[in-house]
T-cell receptor, first 114, second 111 residues
């Protein structure tokens, strides 16, 4: 158990809908990262938050947004969903966000778009 | 362009064998390299390597980094079926600390 909690574990929805994925980092970790894993793309970085502020962005679509709240949990919002958004979405956390500590991953949310 | 290349992509061995997984990298502003094990769910952290030539060990797993030749290896001795997984190496891209992952090595250990 990494200590990173993600909910829900599975999500099935239809094209055009909007969903919210939730992540609670390990106790004491200030930085949260979101990754997308699909069969053909491997693990791809989406966005990083550190202590409530956005720190880095990857190839995140404009239809996707995220935020980190004062209690340090984070949410990833996906809207106008398309079939290609079906993937595993992982949240990871680290103590500092400075690359000197490893990231620890949650079990992921499997999103299926019908 | 920064890249992390793993080899082999797939490996099938018998229980008790020793395996060596490779990760080579061409990156700017290298700071560290990480190894993860991914079974059905989350990538599980194994090692973080920052210094060349210093081996890190955890039970039957060990890893070492060569910063001159730009590669790392992950060794697993006396493999068990529970070692079957995809092993990923990753590099925290400088400045943003986002992890850039290799495509992974899928290890299958048969009884």
């Amino acid at each position: 158990d990494s200590g990173v909690t993600q909910t829900p574990k599975h999500l099935i929805t239809a094209t055009g809908q909007r969903v919210t994925l939730r992540c609670s980092p390990r106790s004491g970790d200030l930085s949260v990262y979101w990754y997308q894993q699909s069969l053909d793309q491997g693990l791809q970085f989406l966005i990083q938050y550190y202590n409530g502020e956005e720190r880095a962005k990857g190839n995140i679509l404009e239809r996707f947004s995220a935020q980190q709240f004062p209690d340090l949990h984070s949410e990833l919002n996906l809207s106008s969903l398309e079939l290609g958004d079906s993937a595993l979405y992982f949240c990871a956390s680290s103590a500092t966000g400075g690359g000197d500590q490893p990231q620890h991953f949650g079990d992921g949310t499997r999103l299926s778009i019908l | 362009e920064d890249k992390v290349v793993q080899s082999p992509l797939s490996l099938v061995v018998h229980e008790g064998d020793t395996v060596t997984l490779n990760c080579s990298y061409e990156v700017t502003n290298f700071r560290s390299l990480l190894w993860y094990k991914q079974e059905k769910k989350a990538p599980t952290f194994l090692f973080m390597l920052t210094s060349s030539g210093i081996e890190k060990k955890s039970g039957r797993l060990s890893s070492i980094l060569d910063k001159k030749e730009l590669f790392s290896i992950l060794n697993i001795t006396a493999t068990q079926t529970g070692d079957s997984a995809v092993y990923l190496c990753a590099w925290p891209q400088g400045g943003s600390e986002k992890l850039v992952f290799g495509k992974g090595t899928k290890l299958t250990v048969n009884p």
